[in-house]
């Protein structure tokens, strides 16, 4: 009975990890959608969402949905910031300012230790809806058993990431066959497949910036290692934060609807001819 039970827990987990990636906060956004308006949704953390498409326009930005209506494609964050990424200069006013000025860090961090069992963490994850978490370093005068899974991770080591991503690749027989094993000797076994099927060995780096960085040089993070957050850390590798895609675009929109505030102010005190 107590199999039954952690059989259907975790073919459970594997559909709500399924759910989160693939089809998670979907919304639907019109052709004639600005990059703005696009941009006031994805920075609430919408992730994604569906274009119908006019069939006498062509030449869109965004990505075809596969598997969907031809009717549609679907755009996501990372679309709209590889668009924006492109077009830098004309924003570089925000691009040059560092994630902390933006106020793009947030600082509230839910971290799981390195000892952390792998089905422990799915279901911590699972629980409070993350799709990603950092792990963390063991204090010295920390136990093994009496931890809790979910900890803050402000100033702790950083070490890794444990993240839905992870496990899509994984069959479900090999899942379950590493369930019991910690969170990194999990990301050790998938690197090391990784690397005997020649994919891409980056996707496994850590990515971090830190409190100064430039916004700029975080997006390039981002983009070109096609991750949704960035860690933020101190010089000493300890864990402060985290700039997210839903930070990043936020902070743009933001400075964005400034200066056409500021610019209005000014065109509104102009004396007519």
């Known amino acids: 009975m107590r199999c039954n039970y952690v059989d259907i827990t975790f073919e459970s987990t594997i559909m709500w ?22 941009m006031e949704t994805f920075s609430k953390g919408v992730h994604r969402a569906l274009v119908p498409l006019d069939p006498h326009i062509e030449g869109t930005i965004v990505v075809e949905l596969v598997e969907a209506s031809p009717g549609y494609r679907m755009l996501t964050q990372m679309d709209v910031l590889i668009f924006l990424r492109a077009n830098g200069n004309e924003i570089k ?17 839910f971290a799981l230790t390195r000892n952390t069992k792998v089905i422990e963490a799915i ?29 803050d991770g402000r100033g702790r080591r950083l070490i890794d990431t444990f ?5 899509r690749g994984c069959s479900v027989a090999q899942l379950q066959s590493m369930l019991n094993v910690s969170v990194v000797e999990f990301k050790e076994r998938v690197s090391a497949a990784a690397s005997s099927t020649l994919l891409d060995a980056s996707k496994q780096k850590l990515i971090t910036c830190y409190h100064d960085t430039e916004l700029s040089k975080v997006i390039d993070e981002a983009v070109m290692a096609h991750v949704h957050r960035v860690w933020v850390v101190d010089r000493q590798g300890l864990l402060m934060g985290l700039v997210s895609l839903t930070d990043i675009l936020r902070v743009i929109r933001e400075k964005a609807m400034t200066i056409m505030e500021e610019l209005q102010e000014v065109a509104a005190t102009e004396p007519t001819l």
């Open 17 to 38: 990890i399924k759910f989160l990636k693939d089809f998670g906060n979907l919304h639907t956004f019109l052709l004639n959608y600005s990059i703005l308006d696009c």
């Open 93 to 109: 006013d925000v691009m040059s300012c560092s994630v902390a000025e933006l106020g793009a860090v947030n600082e509230n961090i």
């Open 123 to 151: 279901r911590a994850m699972r629980t409070f809806a993350l799709v990603a978490v950092p792990v963390i370093a063991v204090e010295e005068d920390q136990g093994c058993g009496d931890e809790q899974l979910l900890q």
């Open 163 to 167: 993240s839905a991503t992870d496990l």
